[in-house]
């Protein structure tokens, strides 16, 4: 099995496979990413072809940053328990993961959730959505398309979060990444984060008094987020179209705004974060944000100096400007957008070894 292993469209699971199973051992066919319900028929057969009937285990996509993506949930778990319901599948069941940190709140999963409790027991889609939405501020104590909000984060371009398997996750890449670097900042011109963002915290900024106390935490979190992405998404992006036109009074004001605006809110974002955590979880792991949070500020204070230092005189060049930016595979950009999907701190904050 190469490539997607698992999920390769043209899979066929072998006879021995049949074999191999222990007498008394059940079968669990385990699918968090499909959007098309012809994958999950192909998948269905393989296991009947060979007299398997698996258990299904569906997922809410929390593991790839700081809020779920719920646009990618909501239709792969439609998709997957809708073929179920045509092979007779018994028994489903759905997957929290908190990959690399786990940094969400839980109240930001709970509508996934529901998302498959409706799913599983309400067969018309249309219905099962409507559903969702009536009971939502019940069952997850907060209105849908509030909670939809925050669930949304990496929507950048409507459509994005069901292509491929993994949905992109800018937010996440763009919240580590190494404002000097650059890493993403090639895939990432022409895209528009910078308002996409802006218009998140704007419509998170106002959070209803009557919501539940998890959710207002989770809502609370991704306005946050949204707030310091608005300034940080396209940072690296603007200090290099500076530098390369020799814009210093452009790099002045990026300069003035990392100090004024990106840092401050950044703080705010630690401190919410930090209390929240406290708030519902142990303190073993809060470590690592603390570790993460820290070295993100030391290094937009270390790009507001240089920028200071170039525009003033004091050196006469940024070398990390200096370089010509690859795509995030390491490819030569060809001046279209990009989106990836990285699941690794470590990865993202810098290509170097931590």
């Known amino acids: ?111 996934g959730v529901q998302m498959f409790t409706e799913a599983l027991w309400e067969e018309n889609p249309e219905r099962a959505a409507y559903l969702w939405e009536m009971t939502c501020s019940e069952v997850c104590g907060a209105p849908g ?86 300034v940080k998404s396209e940072m690296g992006i603007q200090a290099k179209q500076c530098y390369d036109h020799q814009d210093k009074a452009g790099l002045l004001a990026l300069k003035k705004e990392i100090e004024e605006v990106a840092l401050p809110r950044l703080t705010a974002m630690y401190a919410l974060h930090s209390k929240l955590w406290a708030k519902y979880y142990k303190p073993f792991g809060w470590e690592v944000q603390d570790i993460r949070y820290g070295g993100l500020e030391k290094r937009l204070r270390m790009t507001a100096l240089k920028l200071g230092a170039y525009v003033s005189g004091e050196i006469a060049s940024i070398p990390e400007l200096e370089q010509s930016r690859l795509s995030a595979s390491g490819d030569l950009p060809d001046g279209n957008p990009h989106f990836s999907t990285c699941y690794s701190y470590q990865a993202i904050a810098s290509v170097s070894g931590i």
């Open 145 to 230: 398309h509030l909670l939809m909000l925050a669930g949304s984060m990496d929507e950048v371009v409507p459509g994005l979060s069901c292509q491929g398997l993994d949905p992109a996750n800018p937010q996440k890449y763009l919240l580590w990444q190494d404002p000097l670097m650059g890493q993403f900042d090639a895939d990432s011109q022409g895209v528009g984060y910078r308002a996409f963002y802006g218009k998140k915290a704007a419509e998170l900024a106002e959070i209803p008094e009557n919501v539940s106390e998890e959710a207002r935490d989770a809502l609370l979190l991704a306005h946050a987020l949204a707030s310091f992405l608005e």
């Open 1 to 111: 099995i190469q490539d997607n292993g698992y999920y390769q469209d043209d899979i066929e699971l072998p006879e021995q496979a049949r074999e191999d199973i222990p007498e008394g051992f059940g079968v669990i066919y385990w699918d968090y990413y499909h959007v098309d319900q012809a994958f999950y028929r192909h998948y269905f057969e393989q296991h009947r072809k060979l007299g398997i009937r698996p258990l299904f285990a569906s997922g809410v996509t929390a593991w790839l940053g700081m809020t779920p993506n719920l646009v990618k949930s909501r239709e792969a778990i439609r998709s997957s328990l809708s073929v179920c319901r045509e092979f007779d599948v018994d028994t489903a069941f759905v997957c929290l993961w908190r990959d690399d940190g786990g940094e969400g709140m839980p109240g930001a999963v709970l509508p």
